[in-house]
Structures are given as C-alpha cells and as structure tokens.
C-alpha cells in the first residue's frame, strides 16, 4: 500500500514564505512525475507545480517566479518552497505521484490528504 503524507502547512502573512513536504511511503518500486495541486473554497482542484523524475519542472503561471519544486528520489520526497505568499495562495494543497509497485505494472496516480496553507494578515 503506498501513502502520501503532507507537512508544512500553516497560516502566515501576504508575503511571507512557507516550505511544504511530501514523504511518499509503502511499496514502492519507482516514481515518474512528482507535483503539487491546490483547492481553494468553492474552487476547483488545480495544478500547482510538477517534477519529473529527471528534475524537469512545470508551474502553472499564478506561481511562476515565486515557488520552486523539488524533490529527493532516495528519499521519495517532494517539496514546494513557497515565497512571496499572496491571500490568493489560501488553499489546501495536495501532494500527487506517478507510482508503480512493481517493474511489471503501470504507473497509478496517488494523492495525499491535503495541508492547509492560509496566508492573511
């Protein structure tokens, strides 16, 4: 069984900075895409910023120049550095992963439970 489990969200004021983790645990064989999603009240899921296996970074706009993804392939970890924090940032934010359990089988997307991430004054 394969877990993901958030940490590092918080409430902190327009501007600041806050670092999220995401450990992947269980039975594991290998990871492709790491990312980051986010929901805010009443809004859709939406992405956030993604990893390859390989270091290859996406971010949606809304992040770009403010957040950096990164990730620890022996660790299976991902985070997301977070600066310059706007109240629009105000979500829970999801970690996902690409895994297979085996050399033999397909990839299976994953999903953490969420950390909630406030930003106002």
């Known amino acids: 069984q394969v877990q993901l489990v958030e940490s590092g969200g918080d409430l902190v004021q327009p501007g600041g900075s806050l670092r999220l983790s995401c450990a992947a645990s269980?039975?594991?064989?290998?990871?492709?895409?790491m990312g980051w999603y986010r929901q805010a009240p009443g809004n859709q899921r939406e992405l956030v910023a993604t990893i390859t296996n390989t270091g290859n970074r996406h971010y949606a706009d809304s992040v770009k120049g403010r957040f950096t993804i990164s990730r620890d392939n022996a660790k299976n970890v991902v985070d997301l550095q977070m600066n310059s924090l706007k109240p629009e940032d105000t979500a829970v934010y999801y970690c996902?992963?690409?895994?297979?359990?085996?050399?033999?089988?397909?990839?299976?997307?994953?999903w953490g439970k969420g950390t909630l991430v406030t930003v106002s004054s």
């Open positions: 269980g039975s594991i064989f290998s990871i492709n895409n």
């Open positions: 996902n992963a690409d895994i297979k359990v085996s050399k033999w089988s397909r990839g299976s997307f994953y």
